[in-house]
């Protein structure tokens, strides 16, 4: 099992930039891809970013690519997630969760998830 906890989010005007961190207990973390959801509001749960179990390969949203990167730390159990130029439609509830394949957008394949951290990007 893993368990996953965000934290970093915040209030940030737009074109500024935030990092997220993701908190992983349990031996296993190394073995899985980690990735990062976010929830609009009133929309549903989508797949921003992630990174295989080495960290040697990472996939993003076309919404993120080139002001979002992804990253692990596997020795610390950490996941993180810089974002950069940020705009008002980043405005999220931001998820770390762990799967076991790179990229997999549909979030019901998901079973480890944190419990989330606000994004608000303020114009």
């Known amino acids: 099992q893993v368990q996953l906890v965000e934290s970093g989010g915040g209030l940030v005007q737009a074109g500024g930039s935030l990092r997220l961190s993701c908190a992983a207990s349990?031996?296993?973390?190394?073995?899985?891809?980690m990735h990062w959801f976010r929830r609009p509001p009133g929309k549903e749960r989508e797949f921003v970013a992630g990174?295989?179990?080495?960290?040697?390969?990472?996939d993003y949203a076309d919404s993120v690519k080139g002001r979002f990167t992804i990253s692990r730390d596997n020795a610390k159990n950490m996941v993180y997630l810089q974002m950069n130029s940020l705009k008002p439609e980043d405005t999220a509830v931001y998820y770390c969760?762990?799967?076991?394949?790179?990229?997999?957008?549909?979030?019901?394949?998901?079973?480890?998830w944190g419990q989330g951290t606000q994004v608000t990007v303020s114009s």
């Open positions: 990174i295989t179990s080495s960290g040697g390969d990472t």
């Open positions: 969760a762990a799967h076991n394949v790179l990229g997999m957008r549909d979030p019901r394949r998901y079973v480890y």
């Open positions: 349990g031996r296993t973390f190394s073995n899985y891809a």
